[in-house]
């Protein structure tokens, strides 16, 4: 518990003037106005109820997107739907995307089977504090931030709703700096090995990866891109992570603040790269500490993984 508690403490304290506002307001002084033009595309948000997801839907809605809002809750999409500017334009779509069986059926869906998407942003994340299993077997936060957007990423690739001049858009965590890329460990099988905070690094840093073995596997069409929001002030980290909202709370960043990178790389779309993860427009390392770099595994391996898992979700065979 010691141990750990002293690697948080120079973890944080290493990226405190970087992820919180601080650095935000920092980098942003130089900016130039923001005034994109969203008009006529068709933007898939998941996890778009809440948090940075809400703003990101909100923000495109606003500039002229029609926007496929993707989340659970149906009161809460009712309630996105009644703060847009343009409610015509937010098209909500109920979905468990920790149910590979529903995320799968997504592609039928009048509204996701009505046309390409030019930007898919694989938004929803949660971090679990304590361990649970999907209907399907599956490790509840494995499932929603991996596999779930996974094999929505994929089926809508496969059925030609990626448009080829569009942009996919992984939303990471700077949290992911705090592992190497793992496989089995991301799918929990024993409540009594279950550390939430772990898995949901390990789930975020494979998102990194996901971008490379897209861009490797697509040729950059569309490209895709992942980015990481810093430390924002969300009803996720309210709920997971009392201790530490309590602690930073007047530095944490809004959730427009949040939200800004995804929509700066919306409106420029640049070409794929082959490393990099963007913060605040600009893109950074993907390691910051040399055993993080350490992993028996590729982008490739995790990309069958997640495939195995996805067709035998029970059972394990």
């Keep these: 518990m010691l141990v750990r508690a002293l690697g948080s403490l120079l973890f944080y304290g290493r990226f405190l003037r970087s992820f919180s506002a601080l ?18 595309q068709r933007w898939l948000v998941t996890g778009a109820t809440g948090g940075i997801g809400r703003a990101v839907a909100l923000t495109a809605n606003r500039h002229g997107a029609t926007v496929l809002a993707l989340a659970r809750d149906t009161g809460k999409l009712d309630a996105l739907q009644h703060d847009a500017e343009h409610p015509d334009r937010i098209r909500p779509v109920p979905v468990d995307m920790a149910s590979i069986t529903d995320v799968r059926a997504l592609t039928d869906h009048p509204e996701i089977a009505a046309g390409p998407v030019d930007v898919l942003i694989n938004n929803v994340g949660v971090l679990m504090n304590d361990f649970t299993t999907t209907d399907e077997d599956l ?30 858009i992984n939303v990471s965590s700077g949290g992911m700096y705090g592992t190497p890329l793992k496989l089995e460990e991301m799918d929990c099988r024993d409540g009594d090995d279950y550390d939430g905070m772990a898995a949901y690094a390990m789930h975020k840093r494979a998102q990194v990866e996901l971008t490379r073995y897209w861009n490797e596997q697509w040729n950059g069409q569309p490209a895709v891109h992942v980015m990481h929001p ?12 009392p201790g530490f909202r309590t602690a930073l709370k007047t530095i944490l960043r809004d959730t427009e603040q949040g939200a800004d990178t995804i929509l700066w790389l919306a409106a420029q779309r640049p070409e794929a790269v082959e490393k990099g993860i963007w913060l605040d ?3 950074q390392p993907e390691h910051e500490f040399g055993f993080t770099r350490k992993s028996r595994h590729d982008a490739n391996d995790l990309a069958e993984f997640l495939r195995q898992r996805a067709q035998s979700p029970k059972g394990r065979e």
């Design 23 to 40: 650095g935000f307001q920092r980098r942003s002084s130089d900016w130039e106005e923001f005034d994109p033009d969203f008009s006529g």
């Design 139 to 168: 490790e509840a936060s494995f499932a929603t931030n991996l596999l779930g957007p996974f094999v929505l990423t994929e089926q809508l690739y496969d059925h030609d709703l990626l448009a080829a001049d569009g942009i996919v």
């Design 230 to 241: 810093g430390w924002v002030d969300t009803e996720g980290v309210k709920t997971a992570l």
């Design 281 to 283: 427009r600009e893109l």
